[in-house]
């Protein structure tokens, strides 16, 4: 995990999860509609998974 992405994660998180797939790119970007905090956490816990 980067430090660029760990900053777009804060700053947009369903940009920064991009490259691991179309699912996740649609979990982080309905829970970052929820709540901001919500998917900043789930982009964190995405990009810190080994691929």
């Known amino acids: 995990m980067s430090l660029w992405r760990v900053i ?3 700053i947009f998180p ?3 999860v991009v490259g691991r797939g ?3 790119i649609i979990i982080v970007f309905l829970l970052t ?6 998917g900043v956490i789930a982009a964190l816990i995405i990009l810190n998974k080994p691929q």
């Open 33 to 38: 509609l929820a709540g901001w905090v919500p």
């Open 14 to 16: 369903p940009l920064s």
């Open 22 to 24: 179309c699912g996740s």
């Open 8 to 10: 777009l994660a804060v």
